[in-house]
């Protein structure tokens, strides 16, 4: 008999199970019993109607206050855990168990993208339950499509730092190539010039120096970005290797990390360098110093806005046909496909005229346009799009609006001059050379308007001409 009771004391688990909580499956803690009969550790009961307010064994629906200590069950569990020692080995919840039934964790639930024990099912019985095995393809496949994204990103972000390196290789080119120019006028100059010279020389380097700082800027973010970008993918790849339940169980961390809000680089629209303001009109605005050797232009070609199928002189006034497609920044407020350039300024008031030496050209379009003409795309020229000009083509001398209208010319003019009335919101069209109307076009101007010349494909060139200078002093 007495070898009966040890054996039945060496063996400890019917015991034990009548003493387990069928929440956390271990010894009660401090229990506690439900009308239902059904007893729980307190804490395991507190964290389940945390959920809802059903018994976790039979679901019967119980109110908070209802729970009573079971003090006879805690002395069993006491003297349970006394006599066999059994605190230290207690089971306790691991990484692979459900916080809330302290169960393994075998489904995952695609809707709130986490995993889930059996317990829970009754919990997303609406949304869709994958075995682990179904659901982490499921996230594998997500982020695999976020990888494949940020690689193509760095991708175009290489390409970009190649366009922008261009940039920076351009904007020195137009920095030689004013600099070159402003020595060249100062030289003729240089008696009474030397000061202005420098200042010039100087206001020049500064903006190169501001515009390639601003640039290089930019592409050291753009590095860093691509670093960054980088990164993220290794994460991803490395966290996309791991086993189904450590990948599934950071699935959300992951998805929000999985995240890219940086802008993408490209050039601004002052990116380049104002060549109007360092070499247009520069004999004019010096013309006190030296007024027998002044021109005046009122208006100045802007060749960060020309085609590269055009080429402009050194100081702005002609343009013409390049005899191949020239190699410049593809910045935003330049025209391609279509062959135009724009004036240097643009205009919000006031009344404004300039003359345009179109000479024999076979085909030309000049006028005024609205700022946010289409500069990246083919365009039918006319008033409808915000352009309000005349050409000739074929022959034939047309106002280019919405029907077109066929002009009457006598005989050819090679000078057409444009008169600009703001305010009146009126352009008139004329032939300089006989003082001839030829056509007014009336719009309520609402955008900043700019000079638009497109000379054709000729290798002759379509020039600005000088105005008059008139000085008046007391």
């Not at 066999?84 to 459900?98: A, F, G, H, L, V």
């Not at 670093?227 to 169980?249: F, S, V």
């Not at 724009?342 to 005229?353: M, P, S, V």
């Not at 083509?393 to 077109?404: E, F, I, Q």
Request: glycine share 4%.
């Amino acid at each position: 008999m007495a070898d009966s009771m040890e054996e039945d004391m060496e063996d400890p688990q019917p015991l034990q199970q009548d003493l387990t909580c069928p929440v956390c499956q271990g010894v009660y803690r401090d229990p506690v019993l439900l009308h239902c009969s059904h007893s729980f550790c307190r804490e395991c009961l507190q964290r389940s109607s945390e959920v809802n307010k059903k018994c976790p064994v039979c679901r019967e629906v119980f109110e908070e206050g209802q729970a009573i200590s079971n003090r006879a069950l805690s002395s069993a569990c006491e003297t349970f855990l006394r006599q066999n020692n059994w605190r230290s080995n207690q089971k306790r919840p691991s990484e692979d168990t459900c916080n809330l039934h302290l169960k393994p964790l075998e489904l995952y639930c695609e809707k709130d993208e986490e995993p889930l024990c059996a317990d829970c099912v009754t919990l997303h019985n609406t949304h869709r339950l994958w075995s682990l095995r179904d659901g982490a393809p499921i996230c594998r496949k997500e982020l695999s499509f976020k990888v494949q994204i940020f690689e193509k990103k760095v991708d175009s972000y290489k390409k970009m730092t190649l366009k922008l390196n261009n940039a920076v290789e351009y904007i020195k080119h137009q920095a030689k190539q004013a600099e070159n120019q402003i020595k060249a006028e100062f030289e003729r100059l240089r008696a009474v010039l030397v000061t202005e010279e420098a200042l010039r020389l100087k206001a020049l380097s500064t903006e190169e120096d501001e515009k390639i700082a601003d640039i290089n800027e930019l592409i050291e973010t753009t590095n860093k970005d691509i670093i960054a970008l980088k990164e993220l993918i290794e994460t991803l790849k490395k966290e996309m290797g791991n086993e189904d339940l450590a990948l599934l169980r950071n699935f959300q961390n992951l998805k929000r990390k999985a995240q890219w809000t940086g802008a993408d680089p490209c050039l601004s629209d002052d990116s380049l360098l104002d060549m109007g303001k360092h070499v247009g009109a520069l004999s004019f605005k010096i013309w006190k110093k030296m007024q027998a050797h002044v021109k005046y232009y009122p208006v100045l070609l802007n060749p960060n806005t020309a085609s590269p199928w055009l080429s402009l002189s050194s100081d702005l006034s002609e343009v013409k046909e390049s005899s191949e497609r020239l190699t410049v920044p593809d910045n935003p407020d330049r025209f391609d496909p279509c062959v135009f350039v724009l004036g240097a300024e643009g205009y919000t008031t006031g009344k404004h005229k300039w003359d345009v030496i179109v000479g024999d050209n076979p085909k030309w379009i000049v006028g005024v346009c609205n700022e946010s003409v289409a500069r990246k795309k083919k365009f039918t020229v006319s008033t409808n799009r915000g352009v309000w000009s005349i050409g000739l083509s074929k022959g034939v001398y047309t106002a280019l609006t919405a029907k077109r209208q066929e002009l009457q010319v006598q005989q050819r003019p090679e000078r057409i001059r444009i008169k600009l009335n703001i305010e009146k919101g009126e352009v008139s069209f004329w032939d300089g050379g006989a003082a001839k109307h030829l056509i007014t076009l009336t719009h309520k101007f609402e955008e900043k308007l700019f000079p638009i010349f497109g000379p054709g494909l000729h290798s002759t060139p379509m020039v600005l001409a000088p105005g008059k200078i008139a000085v008046h002093t007391s």
